[in-house]
C-alpha cells in the first residue's frame, strides 16, 4: 500500500509564498506522474499541476501557471508545491496524488492540507 501525507498549509498573506509537501510511505514506484489538486468549500476538486517521473515535464492549470511550481525528490520520495504570488482565491484544501501506472488514474489521494490567503 501507499501512502500520501501533505503537509506546509497554513494561513499567509496575499503575494505571501508557502511550500506544500506530500510524502509518500509505503510501497513506492519512482515512476509515477505526481499530481497536486485543490477544493474550495462548495467546488469541486480541480487540477493545479503535474510532474511526471523523471521532473522532466511539468503541468499546470493556467490559474497557476507562472506562479505555482511543481518538483519532486525521488530519493526522499517527496513531491512539492511551492507556491508564490498567493492569491486569495488559491484559498483551498490542497491534495497530493499519485497516477497509477496501469491505469492512468490518480487512485491514491493524500488527506489534503488547508491553504488560506489573506486579503
Known amino acids: 500500500q501507499v501512502q500520501l501525507v501533505e503537509s506546509g498549509g497554513g494561513l499567509v498573506q496575499a503575494g505571501g509564498s508557502l511550500t506544500l509537501s506530500c510524502a509518500a510511505s509505503?510501497?513506492?514506484?519512482?515512476?509515477?506522474?505526481m499530481g497536486w489538486f485543490r477544493q474550495a468549500p462548495g467546488k469541486e476538486r480541480e487540477f493545479v499541476a503535474a510532474?511526471?517521473?523523471?521532473?522532466?515535464?511539468?503541468y499546470y492549470a493556467d490559474s497557476v501557471k507562472g506562479r505555482f511550481t511543481i518538483s519532486r525528490d525521488n530519493a526522499k520520495n517527496t513531491v512539492y508545491l511551492q507556491m508564490n504570488s498567493l492569491k486569495p482565491e488559491d484559498t483551498a484544501v490542497y491534495y497530493c496524488?499519485?497516477?497509477?501506472?496501469?491505469?492512468?488514474?490518480?487512485?491514491?489521494w493524500g488527506q489534503g492540507t488547508q491553504v488560506t490567503v489573506s486579503s
Open positions: 496524488a499519485r497516477r497509477a501506472l496501469l491505469t492512468n488514474e490518480y487512485g491514491y
Open positions: 509505503g510501497r513506492t514506484f519512482s515512476r509515477n506522474t
Open positions: 510532474v511526471n517521473w523523471s521532473g522532466s515535464n511539468t
